[in-house]
């Protein structure tokens, strides 16, 4: 990601156009990040990654709770779980 400007007042709409079909766009002012610019395309992906991941985050809970929702009915207890953990042998 490239910076773009070190005044926004200076930033020209049609360069910055052109420059994020290539790539995400930083834009200074006063020396300092204030925006960044993205294609729809680019944008697209990023929402596709972040669906992905919360998607996987979701079913990891949903093993989790099951795996201990069936340790609990075969009567394994944290102190058990503890124990077991414990025993290197």
């Not at 020209?12 to 079909?21: G, N, Q, Y």
């Not at 729809?40 to 795996?67: C, G, M, V, Y």
Request: proline residues 4%; glycine residues 2%; charged residues 40%.
């Amino acid at each position: 990601m490239r910076p773009r400007s070190n005044d926004t007042d200076q930033i020209k709409l049609r360069e910055l156009i052109e420059a994020v079909r290539n790539e995400p766009v930083t834009v200074l002012e006063k020396g300092e990040p204030v925006a960044v610019v993205l294609s729809p395309a680019e944008f697209d992906r990023l929402e596709q990654q972040d669906r992905i991941r919360r998607e996987a985050k979701d079913r990891l809970r949903e093993t989790i709770s099951s795996i201990q929702r069936e340790a609990a009915a075969r009567g394994l207890t944290e102190a058990e779980l503890e124990r077991l953990i414990a025993d290197e042998s």
